[in-house]
Nanobody, 124 residues
Framework: QVQLVESGGGLVQAGGSLRLSCTAS????????MGWFRQAPGKEREFVAT????????VYTNSVKGRFTISGDRAKNMMYLQMNSLKPEDTAVYYC?????????????????WGQGTQVTVSS
């Protein structure tokens, strides 16, 4: 099993930046594909980005392409989400997740482990 803890959320003005971190413990992140999801009030949890260590690839949802960057440091068992040019519609609780499916997925139902979430609020 792996335990995930997010950090780095907060309140930022539109156009600003935040960097989220996900600390993994229990097993190495290389054993999983990992991703970021978010959930706004009254909405379903949605896919943001995933990193597939096996292939060295990243995938993003269209609304964050060019603004967000997912990365990781396998030696430190860490994953990051750099968020630039933030918009009010990016406001949500952001979750770090891991799946044993090494090909990764956009579907939250395919992720096996989740962090507790970190709030990101973007003011206009």
């Amino acid at each position: 099993q792996v335990q995930l803890v997010e950090s780095g959320g907060g309140l930022v003005q539109a156009g600003g930046s935040l960097r989220l971190s996900c600390t993994a413990s229990g097993r190495t992140v290389s054993d999983y594909a990992m991703g970021w999801f978010r959930q706004a009030p009254g909405k379903e949890r949605e896919f943001v980005a995933t990193v597939i260590w096996s292939f060295g690839t990243t995938v993003y949802t269209n609304s964050v392409k060019g603004r967000f960057t997912i990365s990781g440091d396998r030696a430190k068992n860490m994953m990051y989400l750099q968020m630039n040019s933030l918009k009010p519609e990016d406001t949500a609780v952001y979750y770090c997740a891991a799946t044993v499916n090494r090909y990764g997925s956009r579907l939250y139902s395919e992720y096996d482990y989740w962090g507790q979430g970190t709030q990101v609020t973007v003011s206009s």
